[in-house]
């Protein structure tokens, strides 16, 4: 069992940098892949960015060159660094950890970027 708990969300002015942070508990944190999702009001959950246990990463293309996912396995935390805010990231975010057996959801933080 994993237990993740996301902050750093807010109300964010465009063309802010805020950082989220996604705390682990409950299992090997290193030894899952991780990423970051986002759901924004009337539309599916997307993916935003992923790192693998290994540190691969991968980015959505619409925040690609703006966000930044990484990982502290010294401290059990996922981040996702994002720069360049558009009012089009207004989202609630979420933390997911999986592996070929197992996924698991945070409770998400609310993004809100005003113009």
């Known amino acids: 069992q994993v237990q993740l708990v996301e902050s750093g969300g807010g109300l964010v002015q465009a063309g802010g940098s805020p950082r989220l942070s996604c705390a682990a508990s409950?299992?090997?944190?290193?030894?899952?892949?991780m990423g970051w999702y986002r759901q924004a009001p009337g539309k599916e959950r997307e993916l935003v960015a992923r790192?693998?246990?290994?540190?691969?990463?991968t980015y959505s293309d619409s925040v690609k060159g703006r966000f930044t996912i990484s990982r502290d396995n010294a401290k059990n935390t996922l981040y996702l660094q994002m720069n360049s805010l558009k009012p089009d990231d207004t989202a609630v975010y979420y933390c997911?950890?999986?592996?070929?057996?197992?996924?698991?959801w945070g409770q998400g933080t609310q993004v809100t970027v005003s113009s």
């Open positions: 409950g299992s090997t944190f290193s030894r899952n892949n």
């Open positions: 790192i693998t246990s290994g540190g691969l990463t």
């Open positions: 997911n950890a999986y592996t070929i057996w197992t996924n698991y």
